[in-house]
């Protein structure tokens, strides 16, 4: 039996809306974030369902005790180029190895699904999830100071080649 408190599973009925919510909220507490990103990260999830292919997308989603600790999804960009997006983890989960293991499955997938990278988008503020990309084998190559969501910030392209 396992000890892990976590499981993953696929997207499922309610969790466009409800992951829709985590994100705007989780990202308005701690950032200022305005509601410019929950209407982004709704197009992103909403995107991801309707441009669906499960041999070269897929979601993850973690639960603990039937509630939703994190998420992250694979999106397609090119045959060879994959995309890393909406990684988020629960702050009552943080600090779980949770976030670790939601990228390594993500990267695991692409590497099956015949990916040769790997691409996300985040930010100078997201501190955790950066540290967690750099350990991934992630590096930075490119950044752009911006105004979005309604604050300023350094946006940033990182790649990992698979």
Known sequence: ???????FRDLALGDIGLLTRRHALIYAQEFGWDQ???VAASRALCDFWENRDPK???AWIAERDDKVAGCIF???????????RMLLVEPEARG???GGRLVEACMNFAREAGYR????WTC????????????????QTESETLHRFGVDMIGEIWVCDL
């Open 124 to 139: 100078n503020m997201l501190q955790g999830a950066r540290r967690l990309y750099q350990r991934a084998g992630f590096r």
């Open 36 to 38: 410019s990103f929950e």
């Open 74 to 84: 694979l999106y397609r960009e090119t045959d060879a180029m994959s995309r890393l």
């Open 117 to 120: 990278q790997m691409r996300l």
């Open 96 to 98: 779980s190895g949770l």
């Open 56 to 58: 070269r997308q897929r």
């Open 1 to 7: 039996m396992s000890r892990d408190p976590y499981r």
